[in-house]
């Protein structure tokens, strides 16, 4: 078994983004949704490479976040990402393990943050 430095691929990738705002300047909320899905096909010809001849992944990642101005240049921030990948070979692998246990993976992460906007000074007019 061997492990090719040469890891490339063909790729499909679909991927859409849509936002929705309301409120005055100053007081703005928005939420956005960010939808990512891949295809990956590995186009090794090398027999021994064990992780890349003849896999095949699809890969998808989606993301929501919220945006709202409090007061006074404060805001709150949050957001949610999902991200997953899954292996397939057409061929069995002849390894004790499978190789897709190493390839396929699900992270979740959730972030929440409050913020303060520093405004430019505006110069001085004399």
Do not use: M
Not at 34 to 57: C, I, M, P, Q
Request: a neutral charge.
């Amino acid at each position: 078994v061997s492990v090719e430095d040469d890891i490339s691929s063909r790729r499909d990738i679909l991927r859409g983004d849509a936002r929705v705002r309301w409120g005055k300047k100053g007081r703005r909320t928005w939420i956005g949704l960010s939808l990512e899905d891949e295809k990956r096909d590995y186009t090794t010809d090398n027999v021994f490479d064990a992780f890349h001849f003849d896999r095949h992944d699809r890969r998808r990642y989606t993301s929501l976040t919220f945006h709202a101005d409090l007061r006074k240049g404060w805001f709150l921030a949050a957001q949610a990402e999902r991200d997953t990948n899954r292996s397939t070979f057409s061929t069995p692998t002849g390894l004790s393990s499978d190789p897709s246990d190493t390839t396929d993976y699900t992270e979740n992460l959730v972030q929440l943050g409050l913020g303060y906007l520093f405004e430019p000074r505006q110069p001085r007019r004399n």
